[in-house]
């Protein structure tokens, strides 16, 4: 269920839907940014009048991690949380999944709402059920598929983030674009972000996810389609993060769109001009990142622990055509190579 906040009604909705679930605690879940620029915005605009249990982990992605799980388990034991108790992830990608993590799990499994703060969370992170933590320096490798009860989207939130910040989330939108519709895509490629983006196609992009996903839940055919740029883009966003380079989800997933482009060039499932009409419009709107020969060891090597591949295989997301992605193609090392060969020479 995805409330919005336009005309103040999602809070007001929000309001109802607590109140009728009465929990027995409720507790929410923020990192320390949110906790500056969103709380009390938040405890203000729901006005509820029982206590509420705060529980505040350190923000950014490195903290994503088993310590941060147990502290929110922790503090959730020491607030006495039982299997009725809510718990609220207000914040971006990182709280809203692993807080449903925490949740899913504490006392096998407590409900839990999401309110993300952050284009990113808002457009992908929150949607869809998929919460987990990173382990061993690789990506969401440790999480499961658990609902929300419900997620509220206030974009009024979008106002405290830096443009870098909307980038990241912006860089899904586009991603949605490019599986499902040319004509939205005609329009993103000539139109700048802060023209494009509005509250409409910030819901419109949510309708896109929320499609797949109602109609595959588990990942076993069709939600596949939206993992197109985030083979190579896990590995990249790994291996900045061992850097102690943070890059960024969105901008990571960017090159790993154009990464998957050019395979699928390479493969002959698109011709030269689609390959540089997508090129050439995801250079004009994200950042080029630079990749070094050196790093191409660790790149496969963070590839190959990917969670989406299995046998041992490389899977990655293609496109046949602009809205026409395929999942599930076996590709080997020498096509990565030979892909990543050619982005160094593109850019």
């Keep these: ?13 929000l309001h109802r839907i607590i109140e009728e679930l009465n929990p027995s605690s409720m507790t929410i879940l923020c990192d320390s940014n949110t906790k500056k620029y969103c709380l009390n915005n938040f405890l203000d605009a729901l006005q509820i009048d029982s206590r509420i249990n705060i529980i505040v982990i350190a923000a950014g992605e490195q903290n ?59 457009v992908d992170a929150s949607i869809g059920g998929k919460n987990g933590l990173d382990y061993g320096g690789l990506k969401n490798i440790i999480g499961n598929i658990y609902l929300p009860y419900c997620t509220l989207i206030d974009t ?40 494009f983006l509005s509250y409409n196609s910030i819901l419109q992009s949510i309708e896109i996810k929320l499609s797949i996903v109602n109609n595959d839940l588990f990942e076993n055919g069709r939600r596949k389609i939206l993992n197109f740029g985030h ?6 966003e790994a291996l900045f993060n061992k850097q102690n380079n943070y890059l960024g989800h ?12 050019m395979i699928s060039h390479n493969l002959g499932l698109i011709s030269t001009f689609t390959k540089n009409d997508i090129l050439n419009g995801l250079n004009r709107l994200f950042l080029n990142i630079t990749i070094d020969k050196d790093d191409y060891p660790d790149l496969l ?15 990655f997301v293609l496109l046949s055509a602009i809205g026409q992605p395929e999942f599930d193609i076996s590709v080997n090392n020498e096509q990565i190579i030979e892909a990543l060969n050619q982005y160094r020479e593109y850019y």
């Design 1 to 13: 269920m995805i409330i919005s906040n336009e005309h103040n009604e999602g809070y007001k909705n």
């Design 64 to 122: 994503k991690t088993i310590d941060s799980l147990l502290y929110i388990w922790d503090n959730l034991l020491n607030y006495s949380v039982d299997r009725k108790g809510l718990l609220i992830n207000l914040g971006g990608g990182v709280i809203t999944d692993i807080g449903g993590f925490a949740a899913s799990t504490f006392k096998r499994g407590i409900k839990f709402i999401n309110v993300p703060t952050t284009l990113l969370a808002m």
């Design 156 to 195: 009024s939130y979008l106002d405290s983030l830096y443009n870098f910040q909307v980038l990241n989330g912006y860089a899904e939108m586009v991603k949605h674009a490019l599986i499902t519709s040319p004509d939205t895509w005609n329009i993103i490629k000539r139109t700048e972000m802060k023209d």
């Design 231 to 236: 083979t190579f883009g896990h590995s990249i």
């Design 250 to 261: 969105g901008i990571a997933v960017s090159v790993g769109m154009k990464v998957a482009t």
């Design 301 to 315: 090597s963070y590839m190959k622990d990917d969670k989406k591949n299995f046998s041992g295989v490389y899977r």
